[in-house]
């Protein structure tokens, strides 16, 4: 190869036949992705005593991550599938364990201390363990164009949705659902019947109103109307919509920012990191971060449609379904749109979980596209 | 390439993301290009005012509900760091009106500089007029700020001040030491004000305002509210406390009553005292420089953190070491002739009692008897016994800087005076003078382990802790960690009968309250500072204890004439209340 001097095309025809099935575009926008992530802790936690620290956890999680990545993706993504009545029991049991053994931090009880590696969040991989089962359920199960043909998939994802509210972790359990709307409207879901399960969730939420937690309410109260909030919830809102809103369009420039000292916006470097992009980088750089993830999405949504099978097709969507409900939810909490959930920013946000199940979920893509029907 | 079935459905949620992500850089647009302006004003302008919502403290409470230490409303000034031109000549302003020196107020606004949003505090607690004088110079003091703060008051002044504490301001060494305190907080300092400092301090709030150009606010942007401190409920008596600091009087001593059997502390006083209010809004200096300079050392809590030599309460140990070791018993006869030949030496009693038991012995506190059961037991039992019921230990009371004491072995004499421990020593080890030195509140915990014979309790003086509510969130109960105790039960018998006749017609008749039986022992604790110190540690019912009194009077000469009389007072005080069970101090 050496010897050739102009590089790309020719070095690109000696690559192997599967090296050359890899998307790269969906890995320049993962890895952008996770680069706008390292930047804006790098801001967020900038004179904080643990800023260091944040950063090496931060390097550590994602090199574990792209060897979930690229164990995902060289995996047959069929064999997964294969896996659905060992992986679905096997979530369920982590899911309890959680609830029975788990750590509790900020209130919730959501993580398991495996080690060195620091504490781990079985939620955030029961989303992907959801996918995989649910798209082999409807594999299996057809889909019919009546209401109760999808009583099945929803008790399917109703059980560990239950156990992850229990936790208390509404915002994740709001993510199992758009994933399986996503995927039952893949499936070939009448709209109707969607719009009545929609309707049915609506009817139920008035009973769990009593079930949520205090401040689960209190979020909820303060989206309707942060600025008259007695109780605080509105006082993360409103620093963050002054943290987005004061960038601008260009930003006060990387490391420049005034609010973004940690302790000004709670969970800055969790679920509120798009305030410093917004902050720092302004309007062209947070539009540039949301371009990446329509790339991303653009990408996950041609391999769905070029599956080989329609297994690999609910995969690749109900994984598609996954991020779009993450950045949604997450960017439109910063800039007031919808509640605060505390649902963090895949591949951008600090937290190990996540980042290790979105880079293992875009193995997941990889390999299906590296499989995909011949053109 | 024959499209698959779910193309067109994949296709359409692809049109449903653009859609969504267009509305998010729509929000995106509005916020940053057309609000863009106003936010920035919000965020790097002075418009915004990050003020700190202070929390108030929890209310301490005596185990009857009684409030010790609450809360009053009171003014803090404080300054905008961002806000001052001139701080010499602001601080010239001040300076006269607040008290403070020039120079401090500028040192305070320049260490402010690196947050200059965030006020930084002058003077907590300040009065009316200070108060008018700054608001008719208003337009002269650009950055000065009022603020309500609540500030400390302790209801009782200085009763019970060595046992509540006070407060003072965060330093930088307990900054380091604790996360989550920031700069110009108020901390306790000693007392359970400190080491319940976490639960009564609560989570101050912040209030972020939007302010006009002459810095009045116009809106409210931001409010997190403050969570208020826990309260306390000690185990103090206000009424028994009060009754020990009046015995107390003008002297120099140390109260100490407690429950045997849990080790709830119902009295913890040391005189002479101080008023802690003179804290509450940051001491003055020449209040500080008074209580530092005092010889009388008022601010030094006796009960815990004074060692001094016990005397003739230490025959107690004496005894209970002979009658466990079977050197004595409670028949065996002594002569108490006045005086013990030792070698060239003749150690001197106060009187001659004839021959005597070991009751009658330690009745009128014969010091050759016990000059000759310490000579018979040796000095390393007596050193054994004398920390197996918790002297020359902290007791682990919730205070801070609680004292060790002292009890000497024949090791640490050799190491430290490079002689051996003669046998004079032992002697004087016997009736507790020489090397011995016990706080008062390690004599209470003494004399309840005989009292109750079983278990050398944890002394506390928490006993709740109630949530903002009301409801109790936590509750302490000593009786959990007592460390268990064998003593020989007729040893334990001879000597309370022994400790019964003191009080009845022994050297502590002065602490006899008709109508309960009062057990206890006398000293007068001779010190190389001038006069004896006098004791008296007692407790009573004698049949079935529930409060163990233990008084100290520094250069009091007399234990069986100045520490018993206040001893019975508290007795007296507390009679109806160890008579009737139900009511007792047990646990309710």
């Given amino acids: 190869m050496n010897a050739y001097p102009s590089a790309s095309v020719r070095a690109r025809r000696h690559w192997p036949a599967w090296l050359r099935q890899v998307d790269w575009v969906l890995v320049a926008a993962t890895a952008l992705l996770v680069a706008f992530g390292f930047i804006a802790l790098a801001s967020a936690a900038r004179g904080a005593p643990e800023a260091e620290g944040l950063l090496r956890t931060r390097t550590l999680h994602l090199a574990l991550g792209v060897v979930a990545l690229v164990v995902a993706a060289s995996v047959d993504y069929r064999w997964l599938g294969g896996m659905a009545l060992v992986i679905y029991p096997a979530t369920l049991l982590l899911l309890l364990a959680v609830l029975v053994g788990g750590e509790a931090r900020m209130g919730a009880q959501r993580w398991i201390t495996v080690g060195p590696l620091g504490a781990f969040q079985p939620s955030e991989v029961a989303k992907l363990a959801v996918v995989l089962t649910l798209a082999r359920h409807l594999e299996v199960v057809r889909v019919l164009p009546r209401l109760r043909s999808l009583v099945p998939f929803v008790l399917h994802v109703a059980l560990p949705m239950i156990l992850i509210v229990r936790q208390p972790d509404l915002g994740t359990a709001l993510v199992l659902a758009a994933i399986l709307a996503v995927m039952l409207y893949v499936a070939g879901a009448r709209l109707a019947d969607l719009a009545g399960l929609a309707a049915a969730a609506a009817a139920v939420t008035p009973f769990l109103w009593p079930v949520l937690h205090d401040y689960q309410r209190r979020r909820l109260l303060a989206f309707l109307d942060p600025g008259g909030d007695p109780l605080g919830a509105g006082y993360a809102l409103i620093q963050s919509k002054i943290a987005i809103g004061s960038g601008q369009l260009f930003g006060k420039g990387l490391f420049a920012g005034t609010q973004n000292v940690l302790k000004f916006i709670p969970e800055q470097h969790t679920d509120f990191i798009f305030t410093v992009i917004g902050e720092e980088l302004g309007f062209f750089g947070a539009v540039a971060l949301l371009a990446l993830y329509l790339v991303w999405l653009w990408r996950a949504l041609g391999i769905a449609g070029g599956a080989r099978d329609r297994y690999g097709a609910l995969v690749a969507s109900g994984i598609a379904g996954m991020m779009l409900f993450h950045v949604v939810v997450n960017i439109g909490m910063t800039v007031g749109l919808m509640p605060i959930t505390g649902i963090p920013l895949p591949l951008v946000s600090y937290g190990g979980s996540s980042l290790l199940t979105t880079l293992a979920a875009t193995g997941v893509l990889l390999g299906i596209r590296m499989r995909r029907r011949p053109s | 390439m024959t499209a698959a079935p779910w193309s067109p459905r994949v296709a359409r949620l692809g049109l449903a993301a653009v859609v969504l992500f267009a509305v998010l850089a729509g929000r995106l647009w509005s916020l940053q290009a057309i609000q863009g302006q106003y936010y920035l004003e919000l965020s790097e302008h002075n418009r915004m005012r990050d003020l700190k919502v202070p929390a108030p403290r929890g209310t301490i409470y005596d185990r009857r509900g009684q409030p010790l230490v609450s809360n009053r409303a009171a003014f803090t000034v404080s300054v905008l760091p961002m806000e001052v031109r001139d701080p010499q000549r602001l601080a010239e302003t001040l300076s006269p009106v607040l008290g403070l020196a020039r120079a401090d107020i500028v040192a305070r606004i320049d260490a402010g500089r690196r947050r200059p949003f965030e006020p930084v505090l002058l ?466």
Wanted: proline share 7%.
């Fill in chain 2, 123 to 588: 003077r907590r607690d300040v009065d009316q007029t200070v108060l008018a004088t700054l608001e008719e110079h208003r337009l002269d003091l650009p950055g000065v700020l009022v603020q309500a703060e609540p500030v400390r008051a302790y209801l009782f002044g200085s009763l019970a001040a060595h046992a509540l504490g006070y407060l003072g301001e965060i330093t930088e060494d307990e900054l380091r030491a604790r996360p989550g305190y920031r700069m110009g907080d108020l901390i306790g300092k000693t007392g359970v004000e400190r080491v319940y400092d976490d639960v009564l301090r609560g989570e101050p709030g912040r209030l972020q305002v939007e302010v006009d150009a002459v810095g009045r606010p116009i809106r409210v942007l931001g409010r997190l509210p403050a969570r208020p401190g826990r309260s306390l409920v000690l185990n103090l008596d206000a009424a028994l406390q009060a009754v020990a600091e009046a015995g107390l009087r003008d002297r120099s001593g140390a109260v100490v009553a407690m429950d045997p059997r849990s080790g709830e502390v119902l009295v913890l006083a040391s005189a002479p005292s101080y008023d802690p209010n003179l804290f509450s809004g940051g001491i003055r200096a020449a209040n500080w420089k008074r209580l530092i300079g005092d010889r009388r050392l008022p601010l030094l809590n006796r009960a815990a953190e004074g060692t001094y030599e016990p005397g003739s309460v230490f025959k107690i140990v004496t005894g209970l070491s002979a009658l466990s070791e079977g050197v004595a018993r409670r028949d065996s006869t002594f002569e108490c002739t006045g005086a013990l030949r030792l070698g060239r030496w003749v150690f001197r009693d106060l009187a001659a009692y004839g021959t005597v038991n070991f009751i009658r012995g330690v009745q009128v506190s014969c010091n050759v008897m016990f000059w000759l059961l310490g000579r018979a037991v040796g000095e390393a039992h007596l050193a054994r016994y004398a920390s197996g019921v918790g002297l020359g230990q902290p007791t682990g009371i919730d205070l801070p800087a609680e004292a060790s004491g002292f009890i000497p072995t024949a090791e640490w004499k050799q190491r430290a005076t490079r002689e051996p421990w003669y046998p004079g020593d032992t002697l004087n080890m016997s009736i507790g003078q020489g090397y011995v030195l016990v706080t008062p509140l390690q004599v209470a915990r003494m004399v309840g382990a005989v009292a109750t014979g079983d278990r050398l309790v944890r002394p506390r003086l928490a006993r709740r802790v109630l949530g903002p509510d009301g409801a109790e969130q936590q509750a302490f109960d000593p009786r959990d960690d007592p460390i268990p105790l064998a003593i020989p039960p007729e040893a334990l018998r001879a000597l309370r009968e022994g400790l019964l006749a003191v009080v009845e017609g022994g050297t502590g008749r002065a602490a006899a309250v008709p109508g309960l039986l009062v057990a206890g022992k006398t000293g007068s604790a001779e010190n190389p500072r001038g006069i004896p110190h006098a004791w008296f540690a007692g407790y009573a019912p004698a049949d079935r204890p529930s409060l163990v009194v233990v008084v100290f009077v520094e250069h009091g000469r007399r234990g069986g004439e100045v520490a018993a009389p206040i001893a019975r007072a508290i007795f007296e005080a507390a009679r109806p209340m160890l008579l009737t069970r139900a009511a007792g101090p047990g646990r309710p």
